[in-house]
Each structure stands twice: as structure tokens, then as C-alpha cells.
């Protein structure tokens, strides 16, 4: 202490002899629970089912999802009578039904654990703390986790899901129209007018809209799965932890979904569908590694200071 | 790990704003360290090894500080208060009244505590390994993975903000010790 002024010496040694006060023990520590005893012990049941979901989630969906994006990407581009792909698309539609809510009810019970750690625990032993400091006296034990990234990643693919079913179910008149007539085959253009103006003649193939509005779901789902389970550390998760790859991999996303997304929605010739089929891979690739790499940041301290 | 116990714990309550903070951080960073320690190459090197954990865990929670401010469940003080049954008085009078922690004491406690939460983090973790800590230069340059002359810079500006914050001034200050890096 004596290399700073005597007067903050002396409170750094009031600090240091008041940390060193009551320190847990070192097995308390091990196995210190986040609810303190007696104060909601109905409470433990949240994290509990919350970490129950996940593993569960994890493995079951996880697989699921997997098998459900090969399949579709491999009966997307098979040439072969639409109507005989009915079935497998509406039962992968419905797979992907289920798995947004898998991935709500995460989320859900994600908030609902850190509510409830917040609201009901957290205060209590914070306001015994005389020399706690600072404006952040709420924390919780797990911010910013999987369930957020999963509200996150769930809250764009649903609204992306939900255009789309507006835009099938011809709910979407209200949406402000722009004078791009049908005689501009082959725009860019995200939202084409000519389907808004003419639904019944629009060049736009609906039933390729549905395969990517399922594809996303899936990739998603998928692209959370890899990121939390299976490249927590090595050389994967090390370059996906780059902010580099993780900008660039979702700039790429977007650009090549949409150009995806625009492809498959105007009537591109069969012979020249092998196209459709690169950029959608592409893109979907792209998709999973910036997904992936935003799940698997969390913890990347930790690991980088394993590296040394 | 169990020798290392009682600094590392006291080490991660001198880097939070509370000890509830410090607690969490130090038992995250204990799971954190049992679940890599196959990756602890130098078993010699395990005091720096499990104090850069820590300090990570640590930095890691800061940044995602940006987003818990965000969140609709941040807690104002005043209703933490009033929840814990203190009403609207959050002074350190009350907060003190059930424990045995003299006020003066847990007045010079908190100074230095406010003092340090408003260092910048890594200047925050040299001045507490430094000067609470009792480790030398080179072992915070290890801990920290920066250049020694880095960990001396940061120690100089750690103290220069901790005075401006006390409102003293350098002429004030007592002359440096034998031993004193800067």
C-alpha cells in the first residue's frame, strides 16, 4: 500500500480486510446455489426445467433439425413432379411449426428463470452489502444466454415467416404498393409488385417461398444447436468467436438469401436451377456460421486465456 | 485450488461494485476453471492461470452489462430498497445496522470501493493486484497479458484517477516507495 497517498492506502486496506470478511468457504463456493435457502425454494424448479429444456432441446431438436434441412434442401431441387412433394413439405412445415415453439418456450423459460432470480433473490443479499457501489445492484446469473440469442435469432426467422404467410394467405393487400408492373421480370425486388397487384398471375412461386420459410426455421434452430453444443472449444470455435467471420458470414447471409429468396420466388428455368441450389446453400451456410458464431461467443474469455 | 482460495475470492470482491457480484464471479470463474482445466498446460502457472480466468469471467460480465441495462427487469435502487425493507433510505447507516462492520470502517471500505469501480477495468485490476494483492509487475503483466511496462502505465493512471476522485492533487501525494514500479 505504499505507493499511493495515505489516505486511499487506508481505504484500500478497509477494503481489502472488509472483502476478505465473511468469505464463503471454499466448498460453499463449489456448490453455492443461486436461490438462497428458504427464501423461494419453489423457485429452483425454473432453472431446473430450464436446463432440463435445453438438454433435451438440444439433442432431440438438434438432431431433428439436421435430418429436416437435408431433406429439404435435397428435395427442393430434386427434379420431379411439385405435387408429388406435397406430403414432405407439409409435414416439414409443420416441423418447423414446432420447433418455433420449442424455441419460444425456451426463451420463455429463459426470462422467466432470470425473473424470477432477480426479483426474488438478488435484492436480498445486495442490501446487506454496506459498501456495494454503483447503479447495477440487479444483476443476473445467466444475462445475455442462450435464451436470448435464441428470442433473437426466433424473433427475426418468425417475422421473415410471417411476411411470408401474409404474403401466401394474400393478407398483405394493405402493404404499400409500388408501380413496378410485371413487365420487369427479374427485378430485385424483395416484395414484387406484381404479385401484390395481380396475385393470381404473379410470377412468384409460392410453394418455393414456403420451402425457404421452412429452410430458415430449421438452419436457425440447427445453426443454435452446433453453436451451443458442439463447437464450445478447438479450433472451430476459435474462428467462429472472430468478429470478423461472424460480420462477413452475415453480411454474406443477407445477401445471398435475399438473392435466394428472389431467385426462387420469380420462376428460374429448370436447366437453370442448379444455380437456385448454389446460392441457397451458400447463403444457408452463411446463415448457420453467423448464427453459430453468435452462440458460441459467450465464454470466449475463459478459453482465449486457456490458449496461452 | 483450495490455497488459492481465500485471495481469489477477496481478489474477484475487489474487482465488483458488491460482494453478491464478486461471489457469482468467483464461482463462475471456480466452474469455468474446473470444466477447462485439462487445457492448464503448466501446472506451475495455475495462480496466473486461475487469476486470468477471473479476471475474463470478469470482463466477459461487463460487456454484457450494455445489454442487461437494456433489459425491462433492471431493478431501480430505490425499489431494491423498498423491497428489502429499508424504505427509500439506502444510506450506508442503514445498510450497515445489521452487521457488526463499524461505519467508519465500512465507510473507508466503500470510498475505495466507489474509487475503484470508477477506474477503467484493467486499470482496476492492476491497482487491486498491485496494491491489495501484493503482486509484483511481471506477474500482473502475465495475468493480465501485457507488456510490463503496460501494467506501469496502467498502475500510474489507476492511481492518478483514484486521487482525482479523492480530490487530491499530485502534489499531495506521498513520494514513491522503494519499489514502486512507476
Known sequence: MSTVDKFVAADLVALAAYDRRELPSFADSLVRLPIEEGSAPHLELLPLAHSYALRVGQGVWGAAALACVWVLMVFMHVPMDWQHKAFVRDTLDQGSNVMLVWLFATAIAGYARRFAEQRFTRFVSRASDPVAVGSHLVDDVEPWSISFRIAGVTSLVVLFGVVLSMVENHTLFWFPTVPLPSSHPGSWNFLAADFLLDPENSSYDLERLRDLRIAMVLISALAVVIGRSYVRQGRLARILREARVRWIAIFL???????????????????????????????????????????????????????? | MEPLHVRCAAFARGLCRSRSDADDLYQESLLRAFTR????????????????????????????????????????????????????????????????????????????????????????????????????????????????????????????????????????????AAGDPT
Open chain 1, 253 to 308: 447471409s443477407v445477401v445471398l438469401l435475399v438473392a435466394a429468396f428472389d431467385l426462387s420466388a420469380l420462376h428460374v428455368n429448370r436447366d437453370q436451377s442448379w444455380i437456385l441450389t448454389i446460392v441457397t446453400a451458400l447463403g444457408a451456410g452463411s446463415f448457420l456460421v453467423s448464427v453459430a458464431s453468435f452462440a458460441v461467443k459467450r465464454g470466449g474469455g475463459v478459453e482465449a486465456a486457456n490458449q496461452d
Open chain 2, 37 to 176: 482445466l485439462d487445457a492448464l498446460r503448466d501446472e506451475a502457472a495455475f495462480r496466473t492461470w486461475m487469476y486470468r480466468i477471473v479476471i475474463s469471467v470478469h470482463r466477459n460480465q461487463l460487456r454484457k452489462d450494455f445489454i442487461r441495462r437494456l433489459s425491462p427487469f433492471h431493478m431501480p435502487r430505490s425499489e431494491l430498497a423498498r423491497l428489502a425493507g429499508h424504505g427509500d433510505d439506502v444510506s450506508i447507516e442503514t445498510l450497515y445496522r445489521s452487521t457488526d462492520w463499524s461505519p467508519e470502517a465500512a465507510e473507508a471500505a466503500r470510498r475505495a470501493r466507489a474509487a475503484l469501480a470508477a477506474l477503467p477495468t484493467a486499470q482496476r485490476e492492476a491497482i487491486v493486484l498491485f496494491e491489495i494483492e501484493g503482486m509484483l509487475v511481471a506477474e500482473i503483466a502475465a495475468i493480465q497479458s501485457v507488456s510490463e511496462s503496460a501494467v506501469k502505465s496502467r498502475l500510474a493512471r489507476g492511481r492518478e484517477r483514484m486521487r482525482a476522485h479523492y480530490g487530491i492533487t499530485s502534489a499531495d501525494a506521498i513520494p514513491a
